[in-house]
Each structure stands twice: as structure tokens, then as C-alpha cells.
């Protein structure tokens, strides 16, 4: 504990409720890199369509539809409690996948309806995580508290990957899910040991608000509040036009850009993990020096900027470098964005807001769907440059549009 103290990035470890969340936050990006890597080999080795691998990557986001849904659960039952339903789901799915892969009855047909059923819970999970650091951290550790528990997601990526191909290039996918399985048993587990604390809603009393009527308000909230409203703006753009090509799409660039095998694609989704990591490291040292929203800003036109170099780079060094500082100006634009959100929303209104956050991350199915079949037409090189350029016209275009609100010294969004 008196290293916890002396670490400015490891202050937000003093709260017992976090000590449990971190870890259990890590298992589970864990698991889920392990069965991305695991299943859209899959995919796209049984397939052989870059099509295929395209609508099973949206599949995986297909719960945006409903992720609001989640954060009103969370208002009303508490955000452990339904954190800890979604982990039990995520645990059933891979349960069952395992079995799928042990007596060799895995087909792209059950693999899809498995990946549908976890695509309608996993995308609310991140909106979860940061609902309870929202609840349970105090207001100053809040930034470093998102930068740490942005690290789960990152070093996941780099782990969860290697060794997600490591174990089935070496075991193969049914004893590879073995382990899934017990990676998820043990998020699951920790998981109650996160902290209970439950906001009260506005209106939650003897009678009752009706879902609908709640989510209206959530969405009559937002787009009252112009900042809240930019930030939305700008995490559907992101979410459309930059994560696909660092995303589900590096399968098809691993194997026929690179020529690479399943260990190949683990390396490059480590590299873009690598950064996205050093990212939110620095975010947890230097978080309470940062300027929220024009850090946001500045970075998601650097993020961009890299994605349009990648996509015209046929060199397999070349593309794992510029993936690596893509992934790193990733996390100088995705923490700042969580937290301008938890910090200007009203807390009765947090779970709501957070909960239409994950419905911008709709916005990646969508690419990827629109992008799958660019590419069969086309080129990625082609594609992936007119999605960066088309990113980078629409973030100038939100950064002016609300300049006072994003970029103004004095802005909320801006304050240290």
C-alpha cells in the first residue's frame, strides 16, 4: 500500500472495489481477444470470404442496438449485479463453443449463432467497467482511474492475442477454449468482489418510470448538452471509420496483404495493442495534466492520420510500427472521451448516457459491413484511405461545430 502511495498512476488501487474490478476487467478482455483471434481464423479459413469475416466482426457489436437497455439496468438492479449476469452469459457461450471444437462439430453456421448471442451482451461491458469506476472512484483519481482501467483492454489485446494463437496453433481450438473457459470463470469470480454502491435515478421512488420513458430522457439529455452531444458525434466517427481497419479486418490483411499465418495476425494485433497500452499508461501518469477535450481532438486526427498510412503499407515491419503509434494516439482520444462524458453528465443520467455511448460503437458493424465488400471491389489500400480521409474531414468538421464546447480553455471538458 505505500507503493500505491508514492505511484501517482497506482492511486486509484487505494480503493478496495477497484482492486477487485481491475483484475477482473483484465481477465475478461483476455478471454475476449483469445476468442478473437481463435474465431475469426476461424472464419475466414473455413469461408475463405473476406465478406464473412467482415459480418462476423459486426456481429460481435450487434448488442449496441440495445446497450441502453444495459445502463437502465444498471440504474435500477445495480451495475455489479448486471455485470456480473453478463460474465456468467460470456462464460455459457464459450462453454458451449468449447464443446463445438472438442467433438469437432464446430461449423461457421453454430459459430455464427454463438457469436450472435455474445455479440448482443459483450459490447455493454466496457460501459459497465466505466459506470462503476464513475461510482466508486473519487473525482480526482477519475482520469488516472480510466487510464488504469483502460490498460485491461490494451494489454488484453497483447496477450490475449499471442497467446489465443499460441494455444491453438499448439493445442488446437478445442483445448484452446479450455482455457478461455477458466479465464472467464475466474473474471466471473472476481467480479463480486467489485464494489455495490448504487446511484439513486431521478424519479425511482414508490412509482416506478417506464423503460421507454427512460431512455427518452437519456436521449433529450444529450442532446441538451452540447458537449455530450459533440462527444457522441465523434465516437460514432471513430467507431465507423477507424476501428474496422485496426479491428476484425487485420485477419484479412494478415493473410492476404502480409501473407502471414495465425501468429502473424496475433503480432499484428499486439502492435496496435502495444501502443494503445503505452497510451494508457501515459494517460495514468500524466492524467491530472491533461485537457480533456482538446487532447481528444488533437489525437483522433493523429489516430486517422495513421490509419490512412497503414493502409497503403505493403511492408509487414513498416504496417506493425504504424499500427503500434495508431494505437497509441487511440488511447489519447478514447480515455479523454470516457471521462468528459462521467464528468459532465449528472450522475442520475450516467448510466443512460453511458449506456447510448456503446450505441456509437454501432458505428464499427456498420463499417465493417459497408468495408467487407469495399475491399472485394476495390483494394484495402483504396478502402482503408477513403475511410481515414473521410474520418479526418467530419473530426475537423465536429472540432469546429463545437469549438467553445471541445476546444475552449475554459470549457468544462477542458478543466484539469
Avoid at 501468429?263 to 494517460?283: E, K, R, Y
Wanted: charged content about 10%; glycine content about 10%; aromatic content about 10%.
Amino acid at each position: 500500500m505505500s507503493l500505491i502511495a508514492r505511484t501517482p498512476a497506482l492511486a486509484p488501487f487505494q480503493i478496495r472495489s477497484f482492486r477487485f474490478q481491475w483484475p477482473s476487467d483484465l481477465l475478461a478482455s483476455w478471454a475476449f481477444e483469445m476468442e478473437g483471434v481463435i474465431l475469426g481464423w476461424f472464419v475466414l479459413v473455413s469461408t475463405g470470404s473476406v465478406l464473412a469475416l467482415a459480418v462476423f466482426g459486426a456481429l460481435q457489436f450487434l448488442g449496441t442496438l440495445i446497450s441502453p437497455l444495459f445502463g437502465m439496468a444498471g440504474d435500477r438492479i445495480g451495475n455489479r449485479a448486471v455485470l456480473i449476469l453478463m460474465r456468467l452469459v460470456y462464460l455459457l457461450v464459450a462453454s458451449a463453443l468449447m464443446v463445438l471444437f472438442l467433438t469437432d462439430h464446430a461449423s461457421p453456421v453454430p459459430v455464427f449463432i454463438l457469436a450472435t448471442i455474445m455479440g448482443l451482451v459483450r459490447p455493454s461491458d466496457i460501459t459497465l467497467r466505466n459506470l462503476l469506476v464513475g461510482e466508486t472512484m473519487p473525482t480526482d483519481y477519475l482520469m488516472r482511474a480510466m487510464g488504469v482501467s483502460r490498460t485491461t483492454a490494451d494489454s488484453a489485446r497483447i496477450v490475449g492475442a499471442l497467446s489465443g494463437a499460441a494455444l491453438v496453433a499448439a493445442l488446437g481450438s478445442g483445448l484452446a477454449y479450455v482455457a478461455v473457459c477458466g479465464v472467464y470463470a475466474l473474471s466471473l469470480a472476481l467480479t463480486f468482489g467489485v464494489g455495490t454502491r448504487r446511484l439513486r435515478v431521478v424519479g425511482e421512488g414508490d412509482t416506478p418510470i417506464s423503460p421507454l420513458r427512460t431512455l427518452r430522457e437519456g436521449f433529450a439529455y444529450i442532446w441538451a448538452t452540447p458537449v455530450v452531444r459533440a462527444v457522441m458525434l465523434l465516437a460514432f466517427l471513430v467507431n465507423l471509420v477507424a476501428y474496422p481497419l485496426t479491428g476484425s479486418l487485420l485477419a484479412y490483411v494478415a493473410k492476404d496483404v502480409y501473407g502471414m499465418d495465425q501468429t502473424g495476425l496475433g503480432w499484428l494485433i499486439a502492435c496496435f495493442a502495444g501502443g494503445a497500452l503505452a497510451g494508457s499508461i501515459m494517460v495514468s501518469l500524466y492524467g491530472a495534466h491533461i485537457r480533456a477535450g482538446r487532447v481528444m481532438v488533437v489525437n483522433t486526427l493523429a489516430w486517422l492520420a495513421f490509419n490512412l498510412v497503414f493502409s497503403l503499407v505493403t511492408i509487414p515491419l513498416v504496417g506493425e510500427v504504424v499500427l503500434f503509434l495508431a494505437g497509441f494516439f487511440q488511447s489519447f482520444c478514447m480515455i479523454p472521451m470516457a471521462v468528459i462524458l462521467l464528468r459532465v453528465t449528472e450522475p442520475a443520467f450516467r448510466g443512460r448516457v453511458m449506456g447510448v455511448r456503446m450505441l456509437a460503437v454501432y458505428g464499427m458493424p456498420v463499417g465493417l459491413l459497408l468495408v467487407g465488400p469495399a475491399i472485394e471491389w476495390t483494394s484495402f489500400a483504396v478502402t482503408g484511405a477513403a475511410y481515414s480521409i473521410v474520418g479526418l474531414l467530419f473530426t475537423l468538421l465536429i472540432a469546429l461545430r463545437w469549438r467553445v464546447e471541445l476546444l475552449d480553455r475554459s470549457s468544462p471538458s477542458n478543466l484539469r
